[in-house]
Every structure is written in structure tokens, then in C-alpha cells.
């Protein structure tokens, strides 16, 4: 097991954070990358080396997804059968909730584990608003409901490293490109309860609220409007077709031609990623999908046009 701390100017505690872990989690190596925080915490970073730290430095600050980004590329060459534990070095995660999170991925390394925040007590307004907009977006978007949709505490089983190679975005935008990308795919998203932790108002954070919250919704925004666009474009192509060839053909005619512009869409535009090196993989996950759900829709349609409801009523039910 790999816990992997991206790290932008560190405070002292950083070396204290690796002995803890050391303790909680002693199977486990902990990976820190210092995201260019520059010659003056070269001495911290070094401290967290002597307690038993992998760091990964490079010169120039990309932000919180490069470093992550750069995390998993080691994690694939050193570590490849590991689970990746993914904490901050800010002090918000205490070690016994990295190991809370780090054993529900052990058990399921095919999910996306979360360890999520109650938001109660003593929490900065800014963070409150900010997650509880973050969820909503989140839930109208992608349709499924995500509690602490910003929390830096997650777990990726070994396979999924290479598909979070190809999630863009180099700053906090990635985490939730992230969880956007494993909604789309239906990978399951777990949810495990920790400690809501701010150190003095969260005054060690390197979110810049404006331009970072415009990076964080600007994904939300465009994966919503291509779920939209395709619900309308397959509306209209089956009240156009249904009435010439039936409901059957018009429904899976639909269905095939929106299915194609929302996968090309979201592959290509709101994920930014038109390599091949994962398509053929996504798109047979995807066609599986849409013919489960093609069948559901044909047989729903028929059985409420045969109770009675106008058949553009029944396929806005059905959707």
C-alpha cells in the first residue's frame, strides 16, 4: 500500500504526519511529491526522508493533479499491485482516518473510496458553501449524489492508476474530473465517514477561491451540458422516428446516435482526452450500458403507451 501526500510548502508537522503513518499503517510506504515548493522546505522534505518518506520533487509549482499525476506514474513503475492512498499534508487527515480509508479500498480495490466529511462544528463558511455547491452540481450533472465531493482523503485500486493518468487538469479541478470520470464509467464511488479537521480556519490552504472554484465547476458545467444536449438530441430523434417505424427501431436508432455524440463529447471535450489508449475498453463498457438500458427503455415505453400515456410522456418517464 502506497499513501501518496502532495505537498506545496509544507508546515514543520509534515515528518510528524510520515511517524504517525508509520504507526497506523507500518505495511505501508509513504510517497510525498513537492509540488516546487522551492529551496527554503528542502529541509522539511528532507526531515520526512529521514522518517521514512519516498519524495518526489521536480522545480516548478503545476499544482495539486500534477502532483497527483506524477504520484501515480511512481506508484506504476515501483508499485504496481498497491493500493494508492491519496491524504493531505495540511493536517486535515488524521492517520487513523488514512487507515480507515486505506482498509475499505484493501477490501475493495474496485471502487473509488472516499473518505468524507460531516461538515459539523466549528468549519470555515468558505468550505461549508463551497462543498455544499459542489455537491449539488455534482448530483445534477452526473446523477449521483456524492457527499463531500472535494475531500483530498481518497483510494484507487492498482488497475484504476492508468485511466487517472488521462483525467486533465493540473490544479484542484482534477479531483473532481476525477469523480466525474468514474460517474461516467459507473465505476462505484464508497463513502467512508471521518473527522472534519481545519487547523486554525484553514489557514494551510493553497485554494485560491476564485480561480480555482471557476476550475473546479467549469468540468460540472460542460459534463452537464453534453448529458443534457444528448436527452435532447435523443428526445427528438425518437418523436421524430417513432411515428414512421415504431417505437423499437426509434428507440434504439436514439439511443445509438446520442450514446455516440455523448461519448465522443465527453471523451474528447469535457475529459480532454482523445488518445486511443483506453476507447475500445471504454466504449465496449459503454455500448454493455447502453444496451441494458435500450431494453429497459423499449419495454417501459410499450407498457405505459399500453396504459394509456401519450408516447412522448412515456419516454420522458423512462429517461
Known amino acids: 500500500m502506497i499513501v501518496?501526500?502532495?505537498?506545496?510548502?509544507?508546515?514543520?508537522s509534515l515528518p510528524d504526519l510520515v511517524k504517525s503513518l508509520a504507526a497506523a499503517l507500518p505495511e505501508a510506504r509513504v510517497l510525498i511529491v513537492d509540488d516546487g515548493s522551492g529551496p527554503a522546505y528542502a529541509p522539511v522534505f528532507r526531515a520526512a526522508e529521514k522518517c521514512g518518506a519516498v519524495v518526489v520533487e521536480y522545480g516548478t509549482n503545476r499544482g495539486k493533479g500534477y502532483a497527483l499525476?506524477?504520484?501515480?506514474?511512481?506508484?506504476?513503475?515501483?508499485?504496481?499491485d498497491d493500493v494508492v492512498v491519496c491524504a493531505d499534508s495540511d493536517g486535515q487527515h488524521t492517520p487513523g482516518d488514512i487507515a480507515t480509508v486505506a482498509a475499505e479500498a484493501e477490501e475493495h480495490p474496485d471502487?473509488?473510496?472516499?473518505?468524507?466529511?460531516?461538515?459539523?462544528?466549528?468549519?470555515?463558511?468558505?468550505?461549508?458553501?463551497?462543498?455544499?455547491?459542489?455537491?449539488?452540481?455534482?448530483?445534477?450533472?452526473?446523477?449521483?449524489?456524492?457527499s463531500d465531493t472535494q475531500t483530498g482523503l481518497r483510494a484507487y485500486g492498482p488497475h484504476q492508476l492508468a485511466g487517472l493518468m488521462d483525467i486533465p487538469g493540473d490544479r484542484?479541478?482534477?479531483?473532481?474530473?476525477?469523480?466525474?470520470?468514474?460517474?461516467?464509467?459507473?465505476?462505484?464511488?464508497?463513502?467512508?465517514?471521518?473527522?472534519?479537521?481545519?487547523?486554525n480556519g484553514n489557514s494551510g490552504s493553497h485554494?485560491?477561491?476564485?480561480?480555482?472554484?471557476?476550475?473546479?465547476?467549469?468540468?460540472?458545467?460542460?459534463?452537464?451540458?453534453a448529458?443534457?444536449?444528448?436527452?435532447?438530441?435523443?428526445?427528438?430523434?425518437?418523436?421524430?422516428?417513432?411515428?414512421?417505424?415504431?417505437?423499437?427501431?426509434?428507440?434504439?436508432?436514439?439511443?445509438?446516435?446520442?450514446?455516440?455524440?455523448?461519448?465522443?463529447?465527453?471523451?474528447?471535450?469535457?475529459?480532454?482526452?482523445?488518445?486511443?489508449?483506453?476507447?475500445?475498453?471504454?466504449?465496449?463498457?459503454?455500448?454493455?450500458?447502453?444496451?441494458?438500458?435500450?431494453?429497459?427503455t423499449i419495454l417501459g415505453v410499450k407498457l405505459l403507451v399500453f396504459a394509456g400515456l401519450p408516447v412522448w410522456l412515456a419516454k420522458c418517464t423512462l429517461d
Request: proline letters at 5%.
Open 111 to 146: 471502487a473509488v473510496v472516499l473518505g468524507v466529511r460531516a461538515f459539523s462544528g466549528n468549519v470555515p463558511a468558505r468550505s461549508r458553501i463551497g462543498n455544499w455547491m459542489s455537491e449539488q452540481f455534482f448530483r445534477l450533472a452526473s446523477g449521483v449524489r456524492v
Open 227 to 296: 448529458s443534457f444536449g444528448s436527452w435532447a438530441l435523443e428526445m427528438l430523434l425518437f418523436l421524430v422516428l417513432q411515428g414512421h417505424i415504431g417505437i423499437v427501431a426509434a428507440v434504439i436508432i436514439a439511443r445509438v446516435i446520442s450514446g455516440a455524440a455523448n461519448f465522443a463529447f465527453n471523451k474528447t471535450r469535457v475529459f480532454n482526452d482523445p488518445s486511443p489508449r483506453l476507447v475500445r475498453r471504454q466504449a465496449v463498457e459503454y455500448v454493455l450500458l447502453a444496451l441494458f438500458l435500450t431494453g429497459v
Open 4 to 12: 501518496l501526500i502532495p505537498s506545496l510548502e509544507p508546515t514543520d
Open 207 to 225: 485554494f485560491r477561491p476564485v480561480a480555482d472554484s471557476w476550475r473546479v465547476f467549469r468540468p460540472l458545467l460542460s459534463f452537464a451540458g
Open 172 to 199: 484542484f479541478e482534477w479531483e473532481l474530473g476525477a469523480l466525474l470520470a468514474a460517474a461516467d464509467s459507473r465505476r462505484e464511488i464508497r463513502e467512508v465517514p471521518i473527522e472534519t479537521v481545519y487547523l
Open 69 to 80: 499525476r506524477t504520484g501515480f506514474a511512481w506508484c506504476m513503475d515501483h508499485a504496481p
